[in-house]
């Protein structure tokens, strides 16, 4: 079963304007967090966000916030004020406490193009 | 942040050879150290899991005996591809971790594979 879905292939946004990269996730443990990160062309994997599902406020990292919806199970990442280099690939990730083995499992991934 | 090194960067190998990729954790011990794979404009793939000093724990279709994984100290960790056939071709990531309870886990640049 797909446990974390990135429903969004593609996005376009303008430059300077926000955006936000949809992700759901699907756990029954109670403890999990869960992540963003970025990969540009290079295939280097860079950490953008975290979320503990214990954390009771949003998390927030610069330019990069993470909308946590708790009972919706929804954990979408807005990115403020877009920049070119914004442009890559965005992974939201998913890592199960004990039952789920302390691993991180990725979504499909949704490519972000930023237009000047 | 860490920094995760592998090496080689990328390594073209002809079929029925085998090739041995390095993963190492620079300034941190990684008790944890994650295999992934990742397609031409596919997600991450979680591989295989590995803790210091035990064995890897591989995720389910993938072949422990074809992916052969070494954890053998806290700042290696080696993957080698056996009998690489052109399917096995693809980017390979790892990951590390410095304890199950810190959420943060690095990755290193990754490892294309072409196999001829």
């Known amino acids: 079963a797909q446990k974390i879905t990135q429903t969004q292939p593609g996005m376009f946004v303008q430059e300077k304007e926000a955006v936000t990269l949809d992700c759901t996730y699907d756990t029954s443990d109670p403890s999990y967090g869960l992540f963003w990160y970025k990969q540009p062309s290079s295939g280097e994997m860079i950490f953008l966000i975290y979320q503990g599902s214990y954390d009771q406020q949003n998390a927030t990292e610069g330019r990069y916030s993470l909308n946590f919806q708790k009972a919706r199970k929804s954990a979408n990442l807005v990115i403020s004020a877009s920049q070119l280099g914004d442009s890559a690939m965005y992974f939201c990730?998913?890592?199960?406490?004990?039952?789920?083995?302390?691993?991180?499992?990725f979504g499909a991934g949704t490519r972000l193009f930023v237009k000047a | 942040g860490a920094v995760v090194s592998q090496h080689p960067s990328w390594v073209i190998c002809k079929s029925g050879t085998s090739v041995k990729i390095e993963c190492r954790s620079l300034d941190f011990q990684a008790t944890t150290m994650f295999w992934y794979r990742q397609f031409p404009k596919q997600s991450l793939m979680l591989m295989a899991t590995?803790?210091?000093?035990?064995?890897?724990?591989?995720e389910q279709g993938v072949e422990k005996d074809k992916f052969l994984i070494n954890h053998a100290s806290l700042t290696l960790s080696t993957l080698t591809v056996t009998s690489a056939h052109p399917e096995d071709s693809s980017f390979y990531i790892c990951?590390?971790?410095?304890?199950?309870?810190?959420?943060?886990?690095?990755f290193g640049p990754g490892t294309r594979l072409t196999v001829t």
């Open positions: 990730a998913m890592r199960e406490g004990g039952t789920g083995g302390f691993k991180t499992i």
């Open positions: 990951s590390a971790r410095a304890g199950s309870s810190s959420y943060e886990q690095y």
């Open positions: 590995s803790n210091e000093g035990s064995k890897a724990t591989y």
